[in-house]
Each structure stands twice: as structure tokens, then as C-alpha cells.
């Protein structure tokens, strides 16, 4: 019994050490010049516009990303939108089911022994 005890201690000092290395080393990245926050915080001082000592032109529309559909066609195309739905309604109206229950039932049951049979390898 004791000497499980003193390797339940031994396990622990050595978990104990090893927890602790990964700390300093952690806290040891940190703190080190290249480490990468100092250099993400040097690319983002480059990345700063230069003081020209004028002010900035607001005045200039900003670039489209892509080009922006007229009122016109706005329209067009929610004509052609609604005239689908309700062509895709009415089909939708219309259509019947194909298949009667009684033949859906006996589908199932022959689908099931079927199955059963391959699963028990007959």
C-alpha cells in the first residue's frame, strides 16, 4: 500500500512539473520580441495612411461592386417570378395522387420480407 502511495505522489510532482514547463513556455512566447503579436502589431503600423496634412475628399462616390439592376428590370423580373408561381400552383392544384393506399400497404409488406430475407442470408 505504501508504495502505491509513493507512486501516486511521484505521479503528481511529475504532472505537477510538466504543467509547469508548459506555463514558462507559454508565458516565455509572450513575453519574446518575434513573437506574433508583435509582429501583426508592426504590419498594422505599416498599414496606416501617411499624414499628407490635407483632408480627404468625401466627395468622390465610392466604386460599385457590380453592376445595379434599373427599376425596369426589378420589375421585369418580379413579373416573371409571379407568373411562375402561379403556373407552379396551379400544376400543384391539379395534380392527383398516382397510388391508392391498399397498393402503398402492399408495397411495404413485400418491401419488409424482402428485406428480412437478405439480412437473414436466405
Known amino acids: 500500500m ?4 509513493g507512486f501516486l505522489r ?4 511529475l ?3 510538466l504543467v509547469g ?4 513556455a507559454t508565458l516565455s512566447a509572450c513575453a519574446s520580441p ?3 503579436t508583435s509582429r501583426t502589431a508592426s504590419a498594422g503600423a505599416e498599414r496606416k495612411g501617411m499624414n499628407t496634412g490635407t483632408f480627404p475628399n468625401l466627395n468622390v462616390p465610392p466604386k460599385v461592386a457590380a453592376e445595379q439592376i434599373t427599376p425596369e428590370e426589378k420589375a421585369a423580373r418580379l413579373a416573371q417570378l409571379k407568373a411562375e408561381k402561379q403556373q ?3 400544376e400543384g392544384a391539379t395534380a392527383k395522387p398516382t397510388a391508392n393506399t391498399a397498393e402503398l400497404k402492399k408495397l411495404a409488406q413485400s418491401h419488409a420480407q ?4 437478405q439480412i437473414e442470408g436466405e
Open 2 to 5: 505504501t508504495q502505491r502511495i
Open 10 to 13: 511521484g505521479f503528481r510532482n
Open 15 to 17: 504532472t505537477r512539473g
Open 21 to 24: 514547463i508548459a506555463v514558462i
Open 34 to 36: 518575434d513573437s506574433a
Open 88 to 90: 407552379l400552383t396551379a
Open 114 to 117: 424482402d428485406a428480412l430475407k
